[in-house]
């Protein structure tokens, strides 16, 4: 997955308990997404990060938190999971593609079954 | 609000034949549309782009094609073939101004039959 690693890879949990989720590029990428999917959606942005310490909201930011302290890693905290939060997530970095457009690179995934 | 949809949430076709995949979107400011590849258990995969002033564009065994007049976008793969099931969604980026905004579709699932 061109430089980009997400773990845990599937994470079975409780709700109320914090979960974190990791994602690492090799790829010296300044701007770094997290997404959900979710059956029924497209995949829907969380919150991203521009450069270190820089991030901002997604359309689903709520009861999630982000750092970034240095560009190759951008962390997901759950505070307190709950079950609505039962997805698989996916990491993005982003390069320009052939035509111009801005083009996400994603992870392998990262699936959270909130129990 | 607007968004980008499919029409056809499933496709199956014989190994061999050509498919088409099919995605409305309705943000008449959007300026790239982006084909996705999604396989079981994987994270979504860049086929093809397409910049809003062109209405075609090909890669290697696949085609995009964009009609702005009705606002519809497809996808052709040509002589499809097994290791081409999965999961295709198109995205829409508005890139102008401060309001960048990449929307994804739902997804088309397609199968291709032995």
């Known amino acids: 997955d061109a430089g980009i690693t997400q773990s845990p890879r599937h994470k079975v949990t409780e709700t109320g308990t914090p979960v974190t989720l990791r994602c690492h590029q090799t790829?010296?990428?300044?701007?770094m997404y997290w997404y959900r999917q979710d059956p029924g959606h497209g995949l829907r942005l969380i919150h991203y990060?521009?450069?270190?310490?820089?991030?901002d909201k997604g359309e689903v930011s709520d009861g999630y938190s982000v750092s970034r302290s240095k560009t190759e890693d951008f962390l997901l905290t759950l505070e307190s999971a709950t079950s609505s939060q039962t997805s698989v997530y996916f990491c993005?970095?982003?390069?320009?593609?052939?035509?111009?457009?801005?083009?996400?690179?994603f992870g392998a995934g990262s699936r959270l079954t909130v129990l | 609000g607007e968004s980008v949809g499919l029409h056809l949430p499933t496709l199956s076709v014989q190994e061999g034949d050509n498919s088409i995949i099919n995605c409305a979107y309705s943000?008449?400011?959007?300026?790239?549309f982006i084909w996705y590849k999604q396989e079981s258990g994987k994270g979504p995969q860049f086929i093809i782009d397409?910049?809003?002033?062109?209405d075609k564009r090909q890669g290697q065994r696949v085609t995009v094609l964009l009609n702005k007049t009705v606002k519809h976008l497809s996808l052709q793969i040509a002589a499809t073939q097994p290791g081409d099931s999965a999961v295709y969604f198109c995205?829409?980026?508005?890139?102008?101004?401060?309001?960048?905004?990449?929307?994804f579709g739902k997804g088309t699932l397609l199968t291709v039959n032995p």
């Open positions: 995205a829409d980026l508005d890139s102008g101004g401060s309001n960048y905004k990449l929307t």
């Open positions: 790829e010296n990428h300044r701007y």
């Open positions: 397409i910049r809003s002033n062109m």
């Open positions: 993005a970095i982003s390069g320009q593609g052939p035509s111009g457009a801005n083009v996400l690179t």
């Open positions: 943000n008449s400011a959007s300026d790239y």
């Open positions: 990060s521009y450069g270190v310490k820089d991030t």
